[in-house]
């Protein structure tokens, strides 16, 4: 009953004889899911403040500082006298907002809002003050997890909604400190769930509560007090809240917390397939009814797609009877699974529905990365590489499914260098031979003769030849 009168406007207030009111009013026929539309003045002007005294204590400020480095311009006497400036170092602050999301002291907030801090201050909201650290953060998903020490003591938190029970015209509060001004409350409604055009990762709730800069990282919260999303971006040309603002649905920042707090990073599940959305032409060639989906395109081999069943050319359509409607809400849903979860998917092959069970799992460091540095009188001397594996790729932004030798690092003023070899270029051929580990690459530079040193770089897709314009010194 209490979420039935909290769904009619977010109110437990009973001002008289309002009560026996609503209970005879035979216009107010109350759905099963607890969803109304106000029918008289007094519905209307009932308040969100229970809510929001519930709520707010939960949210916190998130000050940031680091420490810019910035070269100063030469005036005509100075380089006249051939004198150059100091470099100047400044301080450059940064706020948002947070979420106490367990009362030991765990914080979600937006990556981008803790994003290079050197120092990382959390203000409650009876102004106390406590040093943070980051656990955990995923700049795709936008999402980090702070740690403060309460000595023991226990904050407020909110509770993560955790039933998905959130429709297109549901009532929501943003909490946050837009501009610096001081926690503030807006109210609005859900405008749109699942909107993938953001990011290429989340799926995010579009609500039309006033968001503004310094909202990032508050809390999106339903009329039951519960945390239905971490407030993220905005859209406007102006800087202001035009009424479009974006949040991190809460299944998403449920799994990052629980994934930072037991393994010390968020992980995101795989299941080794490279998908692409199913266009109006594409799906007329596959015979579906409309647009619907992510095709694959690619699988990896061994991978938990592969020994699932799934081929290239299934369309997924849903996961855990979760729709899929493009490749970014296949990777969203993927991100909200367990890893080791075993997932129900419906996919779409040879015109018919066929179901699977893949096993949702972390991306696997195979080949083992054995990262060396490359040492000698050859061409590549100074170059540190590495075997690259999905997890790898997962680690440093790249692309999982590519495979190869892969250059990590150059040193500067090394012959690798002075060959305009650079960090991200894949070593695919030297001489004859194609390279399939770092250990063969180290072998093979070590034995080879100077007329063998053709050396082929595949670099942002375009193999060609490295140019030798340089060998280490001999001592």
Known sequence: ???????????????????????????????????????????????????????????????????????????????????????????????????????????????????????????????REFEAEVIAQDEDIDIAVLKIDTKGERLPSLAIQGDGDLEIGDIVLAIGNPFGVGQTVTSGIVSALGRTNVTDTSSFIQTDAAVNPGNSGGALVNLSGELIGVNTAIFSRSGGSNGIGFAIPSELVSRAVDSAISEGRIVRPWIGARTNAVDATMAAALGLDRS????????????????????????????????????????????????GQNAKVKIWRDGRERSYTVRADTPQETPKRDERKLEGYHPLDGAVVVNMSPALGEELGFDPYVQGVMVLKVERGSAANYNRLRPGDFIVGIGGDDISSTRQLDALLLSANEEDWDISVDRNGRIGVLPVRYLPRTN
């Open 1 to 127: 009953m209490k979420k039935q009168i909290l769904s009619l406007l977010g109110s437990v207030l009973v001002l008289g004889g309002a009560g026996t009111a609503l209970a005879k009013d035979p216009l107010l026929s109350i759905p099963s899911d607890g969803r109304v539309v106000p029918s008289s003045n007094m519905q209307v002007q009932l308040s969100y403040s229970p809510v929001v005294k519930q709520t707010a204590p939960a949210v916190v400020n998130v000050f940031t500082s680091r420490t810019v480095v910035r070269r100063s311009r030469s005036s005509f006497f100075d380089e006249m006298f051939g004198m150059r400036r100091a470099p100047q170092e400044r301080t450059e602050s940064s706020l948002g907002s947070g979420v106490i999301v367990r009362d030991t002291g765990i914080i979600v907030t937006n990556a981008h809002v803790v994003k290079g801090a050197e120092e990382l201050k959390i203000v409650l909201n009876d102004r």
């Open 292 to 339: 619907k989906g992510a095709v694959i395109n690619d699988i990896y081999p061994r991978g938990p797609a592969d020994k699932a069943g799934l081929e290239k050319g299934d369309v997924i359509l849903s996961i855990e009877g979760t729709e899929v409607n493009d490749d970014s809400g296949l990777r969203f849903k993927l991100a909200t699974l367990k890893r």
